[in-house]
Nanobody, 133 residues
């Protein structure tokens, strides 16, 4: 049974760092586009970052929301079947539940389509990130 499990969230002071992990069970992440999303209370879920597969068919390209560019880094470890989101210089407005998700099969997304939540087929349960002093 396919399952995505996020971890690594917590409480951190502004300017601090966290690394979120997305572990997969029942699926090999190498071949899939993986996205990170977040949802703050009272707000819609929004795309944070995306990493395309690097299996020779796609190119491992990454995308980021403007609000996190230069602060967050997405990566994957195929040996561990996991995708990570390194978050540095955290701000209070980064507070949200963070989710990882698997993009639908087919043509990989481009710079405008990667953040569409309806294009992602499987979702994890989320991990809470709170940035506060």
């Amino acid at each position: 049974q396919l399952q995505l499990v996020e971890s690594g969230g917590g409480l951190v002071q502004p300017g601090g760092s966290l690394r979120l992990s997305c572990a997969a069970y029942g699926v090999t992440l190498d071949y899939y586009v993986i996205g990170w999303f977040r949802q703050a209370p009272g707000k819609e879920r929004e795309g944070v970052s995306c990493i395309r597969s690097s299996d020779g068919i796609s190119d491992g390209r990454t995308y980021y929301a403007d609000s996190v560019k230069g602060r967050f880094t997405i990566s994957r470890d195929n040996a561990k079947n996991a995708v990570y989101l390194q978050m540095n210089s955290l701000k209070p407005e980064d507070t949200a539940i963070y989710y990882c998700a698997i993009y639908r099969t087919g043509t990989p997304p481009g710079p405008t389509g990667w953040a569409r939540t309806d294009e992602y087929k499987y979702w994890g349960q989320g991990t809470q990130v709170t940035v506060s002093s």
